[in-house]
């Protein structure tokens, strides 16, 4: 196996890599930092988990070790899709630069221009930012990417869903052409071909795990899940997302549940809340503060359950996640993968339970095919018979306050600007709270923003599942007797 002191990294690097505990190199590192020191082009496959940040990161501070930075112009570019990536890499340089003097500057947005421009003025060796930003300075005359030797675009294949390949094109039109490029994608489509093909030069294809492969440290299981009614399927669903999560007991010391829509994240987020779980969303449309708050609870464990969009928790680096949660079946297959891939890091154990309801069976199929394997189909952990909520028992949560009738009043003092439809959900529908305790929840309120996105318009496909006893049980089990008297 190759030793981290082979790759001749410089010594202050491997010191600080000696210091955060690695022992050896990952796969893609063994892969990419050899031809990134000789100044070769990479093109790195690999998914987050792999060790890939390091594997751009520790060449890029070991070629920059020599040589200073000039006002304005950065010596080197790192590309992240999301905020919180750019973030992490940002933490990362921190770490294998501990013992050098080289500067960072992060470009992001939610920051104001002004502390970035200070640091840009003064001469960075690092720049590390999202494409809008970048090109927002870049636009206001403060920033010149003639200098770039080094250019990084770490999820490329996420760059391309985010509608920002446009963006990355003008980007590396403005940087010398005789940068180096180091690549990285999880996933190679046609659209990402045709960049590295265009952009990096004779690069070194460094693949560490087939595309759209999960790990094996994670246990997988689905849920399939038919709500009795399509108006309740929201209520019905959150209810069993929270008996999924109590039947995994003390096993589920965290989690990160993904929701495909901003919306839901919310909507979840508030409505495990206020059933007593330790919950807060992390999307697009909040502020930079309060995302960068909830996410340092979650890594530091103050934050037991993160409800998360795709972007939001693209690349996120928490190493000890047990549990994912996904509460809608993503739409893009290798969603899953990378979702899933949150947990079961650094080979330990993790288990991602998916919940299904009839009309993304196509996409679960989508998913099984680029996994090549079934996913397992999970008990209802509520049984047949509560799937449907009890119309009478019209309890109320755990630690919820009293509720006035259907009342409209949104100010609560927890939650002041709640959702409707978690509303509904305790005036409407009464949910049967759940079979065991929940922990007493813990964090302080936060104030939510509302996502912008409309409900897919898919119809339901006829198709009939009953929950819990796969696929042979009679039609019938699965209807609800009690539906008229609910009104
Ligand atoms: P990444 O794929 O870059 O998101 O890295 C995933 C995790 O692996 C991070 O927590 C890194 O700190 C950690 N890591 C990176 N390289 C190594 C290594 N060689 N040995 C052990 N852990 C590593």
Redesign the pocket.
């Known amino acids: 196996m190759t030793k981290f002191s082979e790759l001749n990294l410089n010594p202050k690097v491997l010191k600080a890599i000696d210091e955060?505990g690695?022992?050896?190199?990952?796969p893609i590192?063994a892969g990419a930092i050899p031809p990134a020191l000789e100044g070769r082009d990479v093109l790195g496959i690999a998914q987050?988990?792999?060790?890939?940040?390091?594997s751009f990161t520790l060449p890029m501070i070991t070629l920059l070790a020599r040589g200073r930075a000039r006002a304005r112009m950065p010596r080197s570019l790192v590309l992240c899709p999301t905020r919180e990536l750019a973030a992490q890499v940002a933490e990362n340089f921190d770490t294998y630069t501990k013992h050098l003097k080289l500067t960072k500057a992060l470009l992001i947005g939610g920051v104001s221009f002004k502390e970035q421009d200070k640091l840009i003025d003064k001469g960075v060796d690092v720049l590390i930012a999202t494409p809008g930003r970048l090109l927002d300075h870049f636009e206001r005359g403060k920033l010149l990417l003639t200098g770039v030797q080094i250019m990084v675009v770490d999820e490329a294949d996420r760059m391309l869903d985010m509608g920002f390949i446009p963006d990355i094109e003008r980007i590396f039109s403005l940087t010398p052409f005789t940068r180096q490029t180091l690549f990285f994608s999880a996933t190679m489509a046609p659209e990402i071909e045709r960049i590295t093909n265009t952009f990096l030069s004779a690069p070194e294809r460094v693949e560490v795990a087939r595309q759209a492969t999960t790990s094996e440290t994670i246990e997988q299981g689905v849920l399939m899940f038919k709500a009795t009614r399509r108006d309740r399927e929201g209520t019905e669903k959150r209810k069993m997302l929270r008996a999924l999560i109590d039947a995994e007991g003390e096993k589920c010391t965290n989690a990160i549940i993904f929701c495909n829509r901003k919306t839901d994240v919310d909507v979840v987020a508030k409505s495990l809340k206020k059933y007593g779980y330790d919950a807060a969303p992390i999307h697009g449309d909040l502020d930079q503060s309060q995302r960068t708050r909830t996410l340092d609870g979650f890594r530091e464990g103050t934050l037991r359950f993160l409800c998360a969009s795709d972007v939001a928790a693209r690349?996120l680096?928490v190493?000890s996640v047990s549990h994912v949660f996904n509460y809608d079946v993503p739409s893009h297959a290798e969603d899953y993968v990378h979702r899933i891939g949150r947990t079961g890091?650094?080979g330990r154990d993790g288990k991602a339970i998916m919940i299904c309801v009839p009309r993304d069976e196509k996409n679960l199929e989508d998913i099984e095919r680029l996994v090549q394997s079934e996913i397992p189909r999970l008990e209802n952990p509520l049984g047949v018979a509560e799937t449907a909520p009890a119309a009478k028992a019209d309890e109320k949560p755990a630690e919820e306050k009293p509720k006035r009738s259907r009342s409209r009043s949104r100010k609560r003092d927890d939650a002041p600007s709640e959702p409707p439809a978690v509303v509904e959900e305790a005036t409407n529908t009464p949910e049967t709270p759940p079979a065991r305790a929940p922990q007493p929840q813990k964090d302080k309120p936060r104030s939510h923003s509302r996502g912008g996105r409309n409900r897919s318009g898919r119809n339901d496909r006829e198709q009939i599942t009953v929950v819990g006893l796969g696929d042979h049980t009679p039609e019938f089990i699965g209807l609800s007797f009690k539906e008229r008297s609910t009104g």
């Open positions: 955060a690695y022992e050896s190199p990952t590192q987050t988990g792999t060790g890939k940040t390091a690349g680096d190493p890091r650094a």
